[in-house]
């Protein structure tokens, strides 16, 4: 079975203080791994998707990097406005489904 | 503005009951997701519609089910409502059948239900 696990729950960062996040991922064949980022209220909006080993994607403040048994969002000087719940996802071989973690809720104080 | 588009925003309902939530997918797409989330669960997969087809199921119950019309919009009907079943329910859209870069899903805002 497809599992996926997010750490830590929650991280309380200050403004400006970089930080990772974790996901950590058991599938039978790894198709792609995706972040979503989710505001509260709101659906995930996509962020990145990752599909081999040494594959690193950026956008803004967030790099995402990925190997064979885990992903990292890294956020570099974050702001406020990055608080959210940052959400990792596989999607493995032999279906179509994605399978979730449980999610990291990120604060940034000003 | 994701652009999917989820009715109610809220429902409140009794156990026993039955209700159908909807989603309009984003312009063009033709794939349509339905995930439930729950605090202690997180976002779970429940089935998947691509151009009126069935195309993945998840682990929906067998008191929900789902259906994707002509137009593209799908609905959700979840029925013998348990106080378990309380959750958001997010509809997702894609354009194409099979997850990917070039293919991410677009969620909508959800519909939370509270069963009491």
């Known amino acids: 079975e497809d599992q996926v696990t997010q750490s830590p729950e929650a991280l309380r960062l200050q403004e400006g203080e970089s930080s990772s996040l974790n996901c950590s991922y058991t599938v039978s064949g790894l198709r792609g791994l995706f972040w979503y980022r989710q505001d509260p209220g709101k659906g995930p909006e996509f962020l990145f998707t990752l599909y081999s080993a040494g594959e690193e994607k950026e956008k803004e403040r967030l790099k995402a990097t990925l190997t064979k048994k885990e992903s990292f969002l890294h956020i570099t000087a974050p702001k406020p406005e990055d608080s959210a719940t940052y959400l990792c996802?596989?999607?493995?071989?032999?279906?179509?489904?994605?399978?979730f973690g449980g999610g990291t809720r990120l604060m940034v104080k000003p | 503005d994701s652009g999917v588009t989820q009715t109610p925003k809220h429902l409140i309902t009794a156990t026993g009951q039955r209700v159908t939530l909807r989603c309009s997918p984003r312009?063009?797409?033709?794939?349509v997701y339905w995930y439930q989330q729950s605090l202690d669960q997180g976002l779970q997969f429940l089935i998947q519609?691509?151009?009126?087809?069935?195309?993945a199921k998840g682990n929906i119950l067998e008191r929900f089910s789902a259906q994707q019309f002509p137009d593209l919009h799908s609905e959700l009907n979840l029925s013998s409502l348990e106080l378990g079943d309380s959750a958001l329910y997010f509809c997702?859209?894609?354009?194409?059948?099979?997850?990917?870069?070039?293919?991410?899903?677009?969620f909508g805002a959800g519909s939370r239900l509270t069963v009491l």
């Open positions: 519609y691509y151009n009126g087809e069935e195309r």
């Open positions: 997702a859209s894609s354009f194409g059948q099979r997850h990917s870069g070039a293919n991410v899903l677009t």
């Open positions: 996802a596989v999607h493995a071989e032999g279906g179509n489904m994605l399978t």
């Open positions: 312009s063009g797409d033709l794939s």
